[in-house]
């Protein structure tokens, strides 16, 4: 018998990949999207690297009751992609993070009533590294919600310690996910998301420098994989996954790669940090990337290359086909 799977937010960069990766994989998909006009064409974007037919959407929003007890009949697993995501820094922190944390919270409630097998929760290498130095971490570390982390971290962090404490109390099994920074190309036709904006102003020639900034990085796909691998795995429940390579890549290497694929308007000049700080002052874009600047955390990914098979795909090759995807689709729309 097929089996059934939720997955929440299968319009976004992400949740399009799981989408196309479950369905590859012969489970029956069940879309959890906020609104009816993007099912068709996340359908057709889905259908150009995977079956559909066994692919359907549900209206349901992270911060209303209404429909999650009734989609989740049938379903043995449920994947949680959904979550409100800018790194800019918003007016007021709630407004990241009251979706984030209730919204998880609706899900897993749902889930456990349901009677649903094991959940994979999408939290972030931000749930990690958040307030901390340079240095190496493993995924028995956490971020310190007390710190100046930006408000992004905060909700991924607090979203994740709420829902091992739902587990904690419940029968159903828990795995979560935390990616880097991700990059590779999208399935949408419109291609939004944090790392998008920046790769897109970095070959656009919107970024007149390279910040100070090193990040553990993963491509979107392996992403995708590892949330439906962390489904099945054994030993994958109750555990917790750093999806990022484990030496942090700095943003003057990915300049690198995409000056040498041909993007020429990519910076070659360092920002020197006083400056970014300056540009915080006014600029909610650069605030949220302060507290990151000038740190390079390095990760132990032992236990997802052990548990999950993980077979890395090379940054580089994420970089150069995310910027690929990026031209097409500018030259597309002109």
């Keep these: 018998m097929t089996e059934r799977v939720l997955l929440t937010g299968a319009t976004g960069y992400i949740g399009q990949h799981c989408a196309a990766e ?3 994989q012969g489970y029956e998909v069940v879309g959890a999207i906020r609104s009816r006009a993007k099912g068709e064409s996340t359908r057709s974007a889905i259908a150009k690297v995977a079956p559909v037919d066994r692919l359907s959407f549900v ?3 992270l911060m209303a ?4 007890a009734e989609s989740m009949e049938g379903c043995t697993f449920v994947i949680h992609v959904a979550s409100p995501f800018m790194l800019a820094e918003p007016n007021d922190e709630k407004e990241l993070i009251v979706p984030a944390v209730e919204g998880t919270k609706r899900v897993i409630t749902a889930a456990q009533r349901a009677g649903v097998k094991r959940l994979v929760l999408t939290s972030s ?3 990690i ?4 130095e340079s240095g190496r971490y493993g995924t028995d570390a956490w971020t310190d919600t007390s710190s100046k982390i930006g408000a992004y971290a905060k909700s991924k962090t607090l979203a994740e310690r709420a829902a091992w404490a739902m587990a904690e109390n ?5 795995a979560v996910i935390c990616p ?4 590779g190309p999208s399935l949408g036709a419109k291609m939004d998301g944090q790392s998008v904006a920046m790769i897109t102003d970095m070959i656009g020639g ?3 420098m390279i910040p100070d900034m090193s990040m553990g990085m993963v491509d979107v796909r392996d992403v995708a994989r590892l949330h439906v691998k962390a489904m099945t795995a054994n030993g994958a429940a109750g555990k917790r996954f750093i999806a990022a390579c484990a030496s942090p890549v700095d943003m003057a290497t990915v300049a690198s790669v995409l000056r040498e694929a041909g993007y020429r308007k990519v910076p070659s000049l360092r920002a020197p940090t006083f400056l970014l700080k300056l540009i915080g002052l006014f600029d909610l874009q650069m605030r949220g990337m302060l507290p990151f600047i000038g740190r390079a955390a390095s990760f132990d990914n032992s236990e997802t290359h052990r548990v999950l098979s993980w077979k890395e795909t090379p940054i580089e090759t994420s970089l150069r086909e995310m910027a690929a995807a990026i031209s097409k689709q500018t030259v597309e729309a002109i």
């Design 22 to 24: 479950l369905l590859n």
């Design 59 to 61: 209206d349901l929003d």
């Design 65 to 68: 009751d209404r429909g999650w």
């Design 125 to 127: 290498t931000f749930a």
């Design 129 to 132: 590294i958040g307030g901390k």
């Design 170 to 174: 419940g029968n159903m099994e828990l």
């Design 180 to 183: 880097g920074a991700v990059f």
């Design 206 to 208: 919107k970024m007149p």
